[in-house]
């Protein structure tokens, strides 16, 4: 594949040119600053989904499709000239020339091992696009990203089928389709709004990039980035999507649905996916939660009584609130309350007890 890696920090350089780290411990998309990006874990992200739909006994995978499709389109129109897609609708241009771009874009940012099987456009119903995955990164949100890329190349909005062809081979199907709506109203994200922090992330001195970021290796040709560090592996998505997802089931099925998401986090934590020291150094958390666009750390603090921690600009807040609960269980051993208030300006603080010391936390 051929794409630019730095020299010094070895981070491809449409990684980083393409996103831009910000001083409130943000991440934007540089041709869509309304839109904020998390390099995150993602190998949590299928077992989090299933674990909420076990909870709610409704599979949310439908809702984590179109959303995410959603999302990448808006980011991926930003990409393609209007000039270039109208030839495409004309059919004066064939799809088919952005599909290496695409396929490469995706492999950069940890999508896995992307392969174009077949296609058919004619701009009628029997159009169709096949694309097969090696490792994707999450079943449900690949296919969201294949429809979302075809919609902001091809216009209009598609449908996707998908199926695991191998061990960790899946085939995706696009198809047209209409979206209700019901449905189109309740999928916008919230423009990304910048409020200025204190986070001042040392910089590669050759490229620019997060120095942090070498902490992490590419494997350009299976799609993978992987830390050297944790093993886990890595990817660069709109932690905003994943909110409007659970906004959504909120909006749908009733104001416990944020329990759920904390509650299903928290289980898939205490399985041993995180470590509890990788939040007992308040200055490196506070630069692993910048690298990954999740916000600014601005207190933490954990002994046998409790756990606090507030964040600024905080994403993919649900997610933390589980995570931070699993692991304080895990270290003390413990059951535990978790009490969480995110601000208007988008600022979390929560706390962590033992069960048994009290049945509410005053925030």
Same mark, same amino acid.
């Given at each position: 594949? #051929?794409?630019?890696?730095?020299?010094?920090?070895?981070?491809?350089?449409?990684?980083?040119?393409?996103?831009e780290?910000?001083?409130?411990g943000?991440?934007?998309?540089?041709?869509?600053?309304?839109?904020?990006a998390g390099?995150?874990?993602?190998?949590?992200?299928?077992?989090l989904?299933?674990?909420i739909?076990?909870?709610?006994?409704?599979s949310?995978?439908?809702?984590?499709?179109?959303?995410?499709?959603?999302?990448?389109?808006t980011?991926?129109?930003?990409?393609?000239p209007?000039?270039?897609?109208?030839?495409?609708?004309?059919?004066?241009?064939?799809p088919?020339?952005?599909?290496?771009?695409i396929?490469t874009?995706?492999?950069? !940012? @940890?999508y896995?091992?992307?392969?174009?099987?077949?296609?058919?456009?004619?701009?009628d119903?029997?159009?169709?696009?096949?694309?097969?995955?090696l490792?994707?990164?999450?079943?449900?949100?690949a296919?969201?990203?294949?429809?979302?890329a075809?919609?902001?190349?091809?216009?209009?909005?598609?449908?996707?089928?998908?199926?695991?062809?191998?061990?960790?081979?899946?085939?995706?199907?696009?198809?047209?389709?209409?979206?209700?709506?019901?449905?189109?109203?309740r999928?916008?994200?919230?423009?990304?709004?910048?409020?200025?922090?204190?986070?001042?992330?040392?910089r590669c001195?050759?490229?620019?990039?997060?120095?942090?970021?070498?902490?992490?290796?590419?494997?350009?040709?299976?799609?993978?980035i992987?830390?050297?560090?944790?093993?886990?592996?890595?990817?660069?998505?709109?932690?905003?999507?994943?909110?409007?997802?659970?906004?959504?089931?909120e909006?749908?099925?009733?104001?416990?649905?944020?329990?759920?998401?904390?509650?299903?986090?928290?289980?898939?934590?205490?399985? @041993?996916?995180?470590?509890?020291?990788?939040i007992?150094?308040?200055?490196?958390?506070?630069?692993?939660?910048?690298?990954?666009?999740?916000?600014?750390?601005?207190?933490?603090?954990?002994?046998?009584?409790?756990?606090?921690?507030?964040i #600024?600009?905080?994403?993919?807040?649900?997610?933390?609130? @589980?995570?931070?609960?699993?692991?304080?269980? !895990?270290?003390?051993?413990? #059951?535990?309350?978790?009490?969480?208030?995110?601000?208007d300006?988008g600022?979390?603080?929560?706390?962590?007890?033992?069960?048994?010391t009290?049945?509410?936390?005053?925030?």
């Open positions: 594949m #051929d794409v630019v890696i730095c020299p010094e920090c070895k981070v491809p350089e449409p990684f980083n040119q393409g996103q780290w910000l001083n409130n943000d991440i934007i998309q540089r041709v869509n600053p309304e839109a904020r390099f995150i874990e993602c190998e949590n992200l299928d077992p989904f299933k674990n739909g076990d909870i709610i006994g409704v949310i995978e439908s809702m984590v499709v179109n959303i995410t499709a959603r999302g990448i389109e980011y991926m129109s930003k990409l393609v209007p000039e270039v897609k109208k030839l495409v609708e004309a059919k004066q241009m064939n088919e020339v952005f599909t290496d771009p396929m874009y995706c492999h950069i !940012m @940890g896995g091992k992307y392969e174009s099987v077949d296609s058919r456009y004619e701009r119903e029997d159009d169709y696009s096949i694309f097969r995955i490792e994707p990164f999450s079943v449900p949100e296919a969201g990203s294949l429809v979302g075809v919609s902001a190349v091809v216009g209009g909005e598609h449908a996707v089928t998908y199926k695991e062809v191998s061990p960790g081979l899946y085939e995706f199907i696009t198809t047209w389709t209409e979206y209700p709506e019901v449905l189109v109203e999928l916008k994200p919230t423009p990304y709004r910048h409020r200025d922090g204190d986070i001042d992330l040392e001195a050759t490229c620019g990039a997060p120095a942090a970021l070498s902490e992490f290796k590419w494997f350009l040709d299976k799609g993978l992987v830390s050297r560090h944790t093993g886990r592996r890595m990817a660069l998505l709109g932690t905003e999507l994943l909110d409007v997802v659970f906004k959504a089931l909006a749908e099925l009733g104001e416990t649905i944020p329990n759920v998401v904390v509650e299903a986090q928290r289980r898939f934590v205490k399985g @041993g996916f995180y470590s509890i020291n990788e007992s150094d308040e200055g490196d958390f506070r630069t692993q939660l910048a690298v990954r666009g999740m916000g600014n750390l601005r207190e933490i603090s954990m002994d046998s009584r409790g756990m606090h921690l507030r #600024d600009s905080a994403a993919g807040y649900l997610m933390t609130v @589980g995570m931070v609960q699993g692991l304080f269980e !895990m270290a003390l051993d413990v #059951d535990s309350h978790v009490n969480w208030e995110l601000t300006s600022d979390l603080e929560l706390e962590v007890i033992p069960r048994g009290r049945e509410t936390v005053d925030i």
